[in-house]
């Protein structure tokens, strides 16, 4: 079985989104949360109980809406206090204490603290670690290879392209290559391909209906096709952005809605909400609905709660909510798809 790696931010509606998962799409998934600051906040105290740190609050709510199943962490972002430890340290003990089954994700120019921290982990749980690498470092393998300071038998890696995944596929035979390669030093743990076809926020692309096509899919579906030592995993972004939210951006306005088909994104690019030609967020959003309810072949998923949704507020039998709750039913629809549609 491929298994499928999505990325997330960690951020409400992509929690919410797991949440709802079918219990068959859990099983062949393991997430990969980026952790930012915005993200890892304490939980102040009430009149009733005390506060709470940000390192037991994030593994609370990992085990409420992800569960006890193995998830990698990205925490190479969170900054550091002085000569304490990373709190990646404070995370994976707090997952430690809860049974959370926590693999710590390293970059190969991480911090002293940082891969300090992840050494450490790495001894205490005996999960192994996660390597996430972009297209300039899976064609340098051989120079930096021997310096990596873990064994590659417990190393998942991780090829992530980003939002370069066309220009990754572009590269051709030498991409092939470059993968075919991966498997002369040894066998790392596992071996998975990541990125996304989606402009953030939907850049470029005028009001209404378009079909963007997923380049992560043909690419991967190529590369496996090869005649690899290895099983190549699949892995995208879930959300439709690869960064951090940029500042003083309206998001949003236009109301827009991402839904993932097999091999595409159908996007419903809105528009605003006020102004002269502005419409209601709620008209949008229904008609986005029915735009998805009648499209053909959509690949609807028996038992998914984010077609089902979908289907009711395309009828009006339920309330199309805001845009937090249309982040929830696209991530959602996401994952339920790619588990469906991977062998």
């Given at each position: 079985m491929i298994r499928y790696v999505p990325i997330l931010r960690w951020k409400?509606?992509?929690r919410v989104a797991l949440k709802h998962l079918t219990p068959q799409a859990r099983t062949r998934t393991t997430p990969l949360f980026l952790l930012g600051s915005?993200?890892?906040?304490?939980?102040?105290?009430?009149k009733s109980h005390a506060a709470v740190p940000a390192p037991q609050v994030f593994v609370h709510d990992v085990l409420s809406d992800w569960g006890t199943g193995t998830f990698y962490l990205d925490a190479s972002s969170l900054p550091t206090q002085g000569t304490q430890p990373h709190p990646i340290a404070a995370i994976a003990a707090a997952a430690r204490a809860q049974s959370a089954r926590m693999i710590p994700v390293i970059h190969l120019g991480a911090s002293h603290g940082y891969l300090n921290a992840v050494t450490a982990i790495k001894s205490i749980d005996n999960?192994?670690?996660?390597?996430?690498?972009?297209m300039q470092e899976l064609f340098s393998v051989a120079h930096w290879l021997p310096q990596w300071p873990f064994p590659i038998g417990e190393t998942d890696l991780i090829v992530d392209f980003g939002e370069n995944v066309a220009s990754a596929a572009a590269v051709g035979t030498a991409l092939d290559g470059a993968f075919r390669a991966l498997g002369t030093g040894g066998h790392w743990r596992s071996t998975t391909i990541a990125?996304?076809?989606m402009p953030p926020n939907f850049t470029g692309y005028t009001a209404g209906q378009?079909?963007?096509?997923?380049?992560?899919?043909?690419?991967?579906?190529?590369?496996?096709?090869?005649?690899?030592?290895?099983?190549?995993?699949?892995?995208?972004?879930?959300?439709?952005?690869?960064?951090?939210?940029?500042?003083?951006?309206a998001w949003g306005y236009p109301i827009n809605v991402k839904y993932t088909l097999p091999t595409h994104f159908l996007i419903f690019r809105g528009v605003r909400t006020t102004g002269p030609s502005g419409v209601d967020m709620d008209v949008q959003l229904r008609a986005h609905a029915k735009g998805i309810a009648g499209c053909s072949p959509r690949h609807a998923i028996a038992g998914s709660w984010s077609d089902q949704t979908i289907d009711q507020i395309a009828v009006g039998k339920a309330d199309p909510k805001g845009l937090e709750h249309w982040v929830q039913l696209s991530v959602n629809r996401h994952i339920e798809l790619m588990h469906a549609v991977l062998p």
């Open positions: 409400r509606g992509e915005e993200q890892f906040k304490v939980k102040a105290a009430s999960r192994g670690v996660c390597l996430r690498i972009d990125g996304t076809s378009h079909h963007i096509v997923r380049v992560e899919v043909q690419l991967w579906s190529r590369l496996s096709a090869l005649p690899l030592p290895y099983q190549l995993d699949y892995g995208d972004f879930a959300s439709v952005t690869t960064g951090v939210t940029p500042a003083n951006i």
